[in-house]
């Protein structure tokens, strides 16, 4: 699926900061941050609508989401911790409404030594 | 506690089999259920929806939903092993700004 592109795809980190970068060429309102750890379904970290973030579901404060345009979503991490070992998803929809499909990007797999 | 269980864990048919997953959700406050699934190293990719009572038709796949019981299910006619896959029920409810909720997951796997 290159209609939503996100990077790095791999990251390998001890505790430093990085941020995770995701793009969307549908012309959606809404994109979304998803963290699925191993053998575990994605769960829901953050939801933004036309740049307004709308849910921040229970995610350590080390996690900063960023939406500097519709079409683009960052996740900042500092100190990142073993625990945040994820793949994390870039999703979106078009307008963000309760009955929309979902499109994920590849995602990004974080590895915290 | 997973709101939404999926059963089984695992599942493995022959090539041209029928694979038969199943969901069942403990909140009704759920109002929307689409199946999902996600190929080893990709993202999840939305296979169907189904938001009535009964049964929904989509080529080999056919998702059916009881709502009182909170119980939906997918098959997969004529499967493929290309459909081997992880596949995801999800839920969402309505009104609260899109909150897709992902059940536990089966995985299929189809031997040629």
């Known amino acids: 699926n290159t209609k939503i592109t996100q990077s790095p795809r791999y990251l390998i980190l001890g505790r430093a900061n990085k941020s995770l970068e995701c793009e969307q060429h549908?012309?959606?309102?809404?994109m979304y941050w998803y963290k699925q750890s191993a053998e575990k379904p994605p769960e829901l970290m953050f939801l933004?609508?036309?740049?307004?973030?709308?849910r921040n579901e229970t995610v350590p404060s080390r996690f900063i989401p960023e939406c500097p345009d519709s079409s683009k979503l960052l996740l900042h991490i500092s100190a990142v911790d073993p625990e945040d070992s994820a793949v994390y998803f870039c999703?979106?929809?078009?307008?963000?409404?309760?009955?929309?499909?979902?499109?994920f990007g590849h995602g990004t797999k974080l590895s915290v030594l | 506690q997973q709101k939404v269980q999926q059963s089984p864990e695992s599942l493995s048919v022959p090539e041209g089999g029928m694979a038969s997953l199943n969901c069942t959700s403990s909140?009704?406050?759920?109002?929307y259920f689409w199946w999902y699934r996600q190929h080893s190293g990709e993202g999840p990719k939305a296979l169907m929806?189904?938001?009535?009572?009964g049964d929904k038709k989509e080529g080999r796949f056919t998702a059916h939903l009881n709502k009182a019981s909170l119980h939906v299910s997918l098959h997969i006619r004529d499967s493929q092993p290309s459909d081997s896959a992880l596949y995801f029920c999800?839920?969402?409810?309505?009104?609260?700004?899109?909150?897709?909720?992902f059940g536990t997951g089966t995985s299929l796997l189809v031997d040629p």
């Open positions: 999703a979106s929809s078009p307008r963000g409404g309760d009955n929309e499909r979902l499109f």
């Open positions: 929806s189904i938001f009535s009572d």
């Open positions: 549908l012309g959606h309102n809404a």
């Open positions: 909140d009704r406050n759920f109002q």
């Open positions: 933004y609508n036309l740049k307004q973030l709308i």
């Open positions: 999800a839920a969402s409810e309505s009104n609260m700004g899109y909150k897709l909720t």
